[in-house]
């Protein structure tokens, strides 16, 4: 498969156990991961995350809601060194786009990871002000979008045109529910998708005997009921 797997999560030992499989191209975290992990010292988690895996692109998310301040934080996440990315969220709580500071920071040659994209408008947007010099992941709520009814797929095949003159853009598919969402991404064209360890495990069953499959389902089931003593006669 040409699409790259990140790994977003905010657990360093599953970081280094995916990185030292390589069974992934990147990762990627959030302050909802992070505080799900019970982890409140941000730049000792990253600077760990760093040194263990010092060849491979780690996105980290600013915490921060005025652009100032997100601008701020931008460069002291830059400044731990490793292959980083700096997440900006594509609006603040108020609703108001964070455009204006991803054209100062992609200018200045910062690796961003715009997130929490969910509409097309935002994409343009995006691709409207990303310098093409320098690298950006324009990551789009796939998983989101679908939760809402609309098929993702035909959406993100656009954003892939929209993105085609931006060199050293790549589109990620975020929030993937399932496995048959990597190769959904993959064929319309995205650079990459996010994947729980959950997901990235599940990789193993691709091409498995569906009989062989369904053979084992029909022991599991069994196993169970005798194991919890279930009878109907």
């Known amino acids: 498969m040409k699409i790259k797997l990140f790994l977003d999560g905010a657990e360093i030992a599953s970081m280094k156990a995916a990185y030292a499989a390589r069974h992934v191209k990147g990762f990627t975290t959030n302050p909802l991961l992070l505080s799900k992990s019970g982890i409140t010292d941000y730049e000792a988690f990253a600077r760990a995350a760093i040194a263990a895996i010092p060849d491979m692109p780690i996105s980290f998310e600013v915490c921060t809601d005025d652009f100032e301040s997100m601008e701020k934080e931008t460069r002291k ?11 900006i ?13 991803i054209k100062r920071l992609s200018d200045s040659g910062a690796s ?5 994209i969910l ?11 990303i310098n093409p010099k320098s690298r950006t992941i324009v990551s789009v709520f796939a998983g ?6 609309i098929d993702p797929v035909p959406l ?9 003159d931006k060199p050293n853009a790549e589109l990620l598919w975020a929030s993937p529910r399932e496995l048959l969402n990597v190769f959904q991404a993959e064929a319309c064209g995205c650079h990459i998708i996010t994947a729980t360890k959950d997901i990235v495990a599940k990789m ?4 498995k005997n569906l009989e062989d499959y369904s053979l084992e389902t029909v022991k ?10 279930l009878k109907v006669i």
């Open 112 to 116: 961003l990871n715009v997130t929490a």
């Open 204 to 207: 193993a069953l691709v091409g």
């Open 220 to 229: 599991m089931f069994y196993d169970q009921a005798c194991a919890a003593g």
């Open 89 to 101: 969220p594509i609006t603040n709580t108020k609703g108001e786009s964070s455009c204006p500071l």
């Open 77 to 87: 996440i830059l400044s731990w060194g490793g292959d980083t990315y700096v997440k």
């Open 144 to 149: 989101r979008i679908a939760d809402t009814g």
């Open 156 to 164: 993100m095949a656009e954003y892939v045109r929209i993105l085609a």
């Open 119 to 129: 509409t097309t408008q935002q994409v343009k947007d995006v691709a409207a002000v």
